[in-house]
């Protein structure tokens, strides 16, 4: 009952490799990226100082204000862009990008490049 399934623990191994190598410092914040079955969600945080710094995700007024999407990867980019305009905004402009175990493809790489297209730089 009480037990993850055999995907989820495999995300959580990846995430394990990955938070080795990537650290966000205030210079370079991280970009943590997280998506359930529903939503997608995003945030630029400073590892240092344990703070979130921006975020956004589907469930923001700002994605559910405009026109309804025709799938989650276009949601996902403009997820993307919200968090990157939202750390311009705070006068960060390189982050480290953090998939969070997920696999670079889809929403994950989606998100990145909505982010990139904002001006955000990893």
Known sequence: MGSTNI???TRLKRKKRIRKKIFGTMQRPRLSVFRSARHTYAQVVDDTAGHTLAAASTRDKEAHSGPKFENKVEAAKLVGKL?????????IKEVVFDR???LYHGRIKSLSEGAREAGLIF
Request: aromatic share 6%; no cysteine.
């Open 100 to 102: 969070n175990g997920f």
């Open 7 to 9: 995907r989820q623990k």
């Open 83 to 91: 968090v990157g305009q939202r750390a311009l905004g705070k006068g």
